[in-house]
């Protein structure tokens, strides 16, 4: 079979649209080289067979058809009946009395009939299908006497590897192959590249932790001490009152903020720092005007939890405060929570990354160029700063980076210059400024990730496929 | 939309201002885009561009707008602390003086000509409702309709802002020639208080005036301010005409309209500090429709032991600061002239005295929000222009720690996800039900924190477990191939009376294991593997070993005790058929928690 120069396989019925990939295997380069071609043929269909045999329906009817004439109920019930009687009519072979005797009878109404339908047929099975007329091709077609085969053929030629001994190709390497040798005078089966390979089984990080690490690893790289964040509840004086929000700032409204029932109240705090606090709220003081108002004890035992790390900030440079100053640079990322109204981008619970620099002389230029390298390091390089109110720095400023995707303009993060009136009452000296800012690990992970609903990527309801395909997280790539 | 950010967004008030009104005040056209950046600069947001047509399509749909105004509104978002900026007029005046176009106006009390200033005298009964007030007076104003409404909403800006909720302060703005003073403030039992209310056609008293607004949209919610007081605060005038009923309702006689020359403005208050603040915005403010602009008419209080205040205050303080220090601190080295002229800008007239070291600095009553010199240094940064100051990074040198808690985590994670787990990241707070009748235990058995103000169950309690959020997990991922298998490295909180606030986070190590087999060896050997990263062996002496216990959570002789480092640490176990079908589980499931803080 494969002897000849060129071999016609004929794949009968292999309809324009099969994959071809299916045959493939078969025709393998090395031994053989296919070319598909592709040709039309007009066949019978198994009506049209009939009447080759047996004549066309309408000239059936004529035939069955006697001198008297035939009953029309009769003539129908013949196979041809339905289907010839109209063709015959509209041929004008026989003719319809409706007003004879027991009712409609059918008459020939010619002496002989030319059965062009049947010598048409006769024709296309001889194979001589392109000697007919298109429209009566298309005729024969729409009766469904006729169709046409579209067949695919392959034409085979001898291939570089060409040989006509049969041998078993083995589908992969073995060890015994391998001691005796006999891999040498194997043929081995051709592999699939276009498949998919077997994914190892693996664990995998949660996606938000990546990028964690990855946030970690840049505050490291900058020289940042980690804080301990390990302390969700807090009191009110560490989460509002030593940052010198006043006591009726609208975030310590029970509408934003979680209070504990159990433990209600914390017990224990520096009593004379507290008393600092306590005066700069209510009278000033450090060339501060204060807030001037009723500032309470009990509204400062209030336990929470914590609405920002600030408060683990405030811990931290109070007691940075109560030794000898040395610089320092400090971060954080860890959970906060808001009593808030929940939606796509919003949860109760998220992490705020926070940095913070305390140093003698620090300026708004510096808070800017330090904002500048870490973001950079997140791959962002265009930075836009606006003045901003937070209670507790100023100056403020929110941080903008031009986003490409939405044409604009869009916030990244919060910082500022902590005010004299939170860091000179934990002792801190004068001449020091404590720069900082802040920004929450979600937005970006979900920038990162493309992932629109919090709530896929944060808690129970995680979509693990996605964990499962995740990829790296480099935030400068 | 909110900003997830540090500093929690405080709530920007945002003002709505007519454009065409708004460029008319600014004597200049801008495209938005011109305006955005004007804004941005000046620390304000041009937050969104509509109409009222637009709001109400949105809100309504697009039925309900037909017929209302399609003016173009700039929202403008306000700093929280910038209270002279929350109508139209503050915010041209505080723009046009930023742009050099106009000075900054001087604001001037002034005594009646004819010596009868407007008196309010307090009674002794409000000092237990509500103790403050104080009272000014706008003489000869003209009001159009664009003035009368941008001078409605300012109030009602102030009430939501710095009033915080009319809690703090409450506004009430008169006809003044419909009554006549001395006016008296004091309390009175709510029955014996009897008024007709702001737009009401009839007469209440005030225990029906409470019921008539439990159903107000706006009203409610300032009903339990004075509510549960035995004494109500109300002002009359010498004819016994009820002025208002603070904090909730105005009375109707006194009622301000297009028409109305001259204004009487009360504020009581809780805070006699905020309602000075307040009363100084609004006069400040609208007295530049008075026909001497800029001048407001004195009110005198008098409280019942006799010690009297003129109000309002308008005081100018001045403050000296160096501008070396205003220059040290944003990074960038001007003249005192320089600066002093930036300050100006900001509506803080300044200049340079002696020999050049010191600026004074005027601080005007519209500027509450300067309390501290850093207050004068961020605005001459804003005015210097945030964007052009020159950025550098500190010399500060340090060397990096991690926290070795979260340094250990770090390294469980890695190893973890290396044994094939994959790591999951729930919620810290959740239900009573989660950590107690799902585990089988009774929440008094645990020492769980408990949240008093949650909006939902979901927010009952801190978690003391990591197990919940993890097989709540994997009822959520019911689809995905078995087996699962989860970890998770995070803290769990528990009341400790030893800690200052009462309770402790502790760094808890949790995996479990589900298939349609329970998988305790899988559990126990994945114990055994994080042993073997801790280096700890199996050893009763100095190692660690399991001890056969019992636990609610788990199917009874399926779980262990883990003791390692000499104390018990956590346990495993399979877990009891309950467990997993009131966490809508159908197969078998193991797990296992460890308190990771003893290996550090």
């Known amino acids: 079979m494969l002897g000849a120069h060129a071999v016609l396989l004929e794949c009968s019925h292999l309809w324009a649209g099969e994959h071809q990939a299916e045959v493939s295997p078969v025709c393998s380069p090395q031994v053989i080289e296919a070319e598909q071609r592709s040709s039309k043929r007009w066949e019978l269909t198994p009506e049209g067979k009939e009447i080759v045999q047996e004549g066309s329906h309408e000239a059936r009817v004529f035939d069955s058809i006697p001198a008297e004439g035939l009953p029309q109920s009769e003539l129908m019930k013949l196979p041809s009946g339905k289907v010839g009687f109209s063709k015959a009519m509209s041929n004008k072979w026989v003719r319809l009395d409706k007003n004879a005797d027991g009712g409609p009878r059918v008459f020939r109404a010619v002496e002989s009939v030319q059965d062009s339908v049947r010598e048409k047929l006769q024709l296309v099975q001889q194979g001589e299908a392109e000697s007919l007329e298109e429209k009566d091709r298309n005729e024969l077609k729409k009766r469904k006497l006729l169709m046409e085969v579209i067949i695919k053929t392959y034409w085979i030629r001898k291939g570089s590897a060409f040989s006509t001994t049969v041998t078993k190709q083995e589908t992969d390497l073995t060890p015994e192959m391998l001691a005796s040798g006999s891999w040498r005078d194997l043929k081995f089966k051709a592999y699939n590249f276009e498949a998919l390979g077997i994914m190892p089984e693996s664990g995998h990080l949660h996606p938000l932790l990546k990028v964690r690490t990855q946030f970690r690893q840049i505050f490291l790289e900058m020289g940042f001490t980690e804080m301990p964040t390990n302390n969700f509840i807090e009191s009110s004086f560490w989460n509002f009152d030593a940052l010198f929000q006043p006591q009726q700032h609208p975030a310590r409204d029970q509408h934003d903020t979680f209070f504990l029932q159990d433990p209600a109240e914390a017990t224990d705090f520096p009593m004379d720092y507290l008393k600092r606090v306590k005066k700069i709220h209510s009278q000033g003081g450090y060339g501060s005007q204060g807030y001037k108002y009723d500032w309470k004890l009990e509204e400062a035992r209030k336990n929470i939890l914590r609405t920002h790390t600030t408060a683990v900030s405030a811990r931290m440079l109070y007691r940075l405060a109560q030794q000898k100053f040395t610089p320092a640079k400090y971060f954080s990322i860890d959970r906060v929570f808001r009593n808030e109204t929940l939606d796509a981008t919003h949860l109760a619970e998220f992490h705020q990354i926070e940095g913070v620099v305390a140093d003698y002389g620090l300026t708004l230029g510096d808070l800017m160029g330090t904002l500048r390298e870490f973001f950079t390091k997140l791959g962002i390089s265009q930075l836009r700063f606006k003045p901003a109110y937070n209670p507790y720095t100023e100056p403020s400023m929110e941080v903008f980076s031009y986003h490409r995707g939405l044409q604009k303009w869009v916030e990244v993060g919060n910082s500022g210059i902590f005010r004299p009136e939170m860091l000179l009452p934990m002792g801190l000296p004068e001449g020091v400024s404590v720069i900082a800012w802040g920004l929450s690990l979600e937005r970006p992970t979900m920038i990162k990730y493309g992932i629109n609903n919090i709530r896929e990527l944060v808690g129970h309801k995680v979509n693990l496929q996605m964990v499962y395909d995740g990829p790296l997280c480099r935030l400068d790539s | ?600």
């Open chain 2, 1 to 600: 939309m909110r900003n997830v950010t540090v500093a929690r967004a405080c709530d920007m008030p945002t003002v709505s201002v007519k454009r065409e009104l708004l460029f008319q005040a600014l004597g200049r056209r801008y495209t938005d885009e011109e305006f955005d950046e004007l804004c941005f600069q000046f620390g304000l947001e041009l937050d969104e561009i509509t109409s009222e047509k637009d709001i109400i399509s949105k809100e309504q749909g697009g039925g309900k707008a037909e017929g209302a105004s399609d003016i173009i509104l700039y929202k403008i978002d306000v700093p929280a602390n910038r209270y002279d900026l929350l109508c139209l007029e503050g915010l041209v005046r505080g723009l046009q003086v930023f742009k050099e176009r106009i000075k900054a106006p001087r604001y001037k009390r002034i005594m009646p000509a004819n010596g009868g200033v407007q008196r309010l005298i307090i009674t002794e009964e409000t000092a237990q409702v509500r103790p403050h007030a104080v009272a000014a007076v706008l003489r000869n104003i003209t009001f159009s309709k664009d003035r009368y409404d941008s001078f409605i909403d300012l109030q009602e800006k102030l009430h939501q802002n710095i009033c915080r909720k009319r809690a703090l302060v409450a506004i009430g703005t008169h006809d003044l020639d419909t009554i006549s003073g001395p006016f008296t403030y004091t309390a009175r039992p709510p029955s014996e208080i009897r008024f007709k209310p702001l737009n009401q056609s009839k007469e209440y008293t005030a225990s029906e005036i409470m019921d008539l607004y439990r159903t107000d949209s706006q009203l409610k919610h300032y009903l339990h301010i004075i509510e549960n007081k035995p004494l109500y605060p109300v002002i009359y005038d010498s004819n016994g005409v009820v002025l208002s009923m603070p904090p909730i309702i105005n009375g109707n006689h006194t009622k301000i309209t297009l028409n109305t020359r001259n204004v009487f403005v009360e504020c009581t208050a809780t805070d006699i500090t905020k309602a000075k603040i307040v009363l100084d915005i609004l006069v400040t403010m609208f007295s530049e429709y008075c026909e001497k602009q800029f001048t407001v008419e004195a009110a005198e209080v008098t409280y019942h032991n006799g010690r009297t205040c003129i109000y309002p205050e308008l005081a100018y303080r001045r403050e000296k600061v160096k501008p070396d220090l205003i220059n040290k601190k944003i990074g960038i080295s001007e003249k005192p002239s320089s600066l002093a002229k930036l300050l100006t800008r900001m509506c803080l007239k300044s200049h340079v005295t002696g020999s050049g070291n010191n600026i004074e600095i005027e601080i005007p009553p519209t500027r509450a929000d300067i309390i501290h010199a850093c207050d004068i240094i961020e605005d001459a940064a804003i005015a210097y222009g945030y964007n052009n100051i020159q950025m550098t990074i500190p010399k500060t040198y340090t060397i990096a720690n991690q926290f070795p808690l979260n340094k250990l985590t770090e390294l469980l994670r890695q190893d973890l996800a290396a044994a094939g787990f994959t790591e999951a990241l729930t919620f810290a707070l959740c239900s009573q039900e989660d950590i107690a009748d799902k585990l089988g235990v009774d929440i008094s058995s645990t020492k769980a924190v408990h949240i008093a103000n949650p909006k939902t169950a979901e927010f009952q309690v801190a978690r003391t477990s990591l197990l919940p959020g993890l097989l709540k997990t994997i009822a959520a991922n019911r689809k995905m191939p078995l087996p699962l298998k989860l970890f998770e490295i995070s803290d769990i909180v528990i009341k400790d009376s030893t800690k200052d606030v009462g309770a402790r986070n502790q760094r808890n190590l949790c995996a479990i294991y589900y298939n349609k087999n329970p998988g305790f060896e899988v559990i126990h050997g994945l114990l055994d593997r994080v042993m073997q990263l801790l280096a700890v062996p199996p050893s009763k002496a100095s190692g660690y070993l399991i001890r056969a216990a019992e636990d609610s959570a788990f199917f009874p002789g399926r779980c262990a005790e883990i003791f390692a480092k000499g104390q018990s640490i956590g346990k495993l176990g399979v877990f009891h058929p309950d467990v997993i079908t009131k966490f809508e589980l159908t197969m078998p499931c193991s797990a296992l928690e460890i308190n990771i803080e003893p290996f550090l």
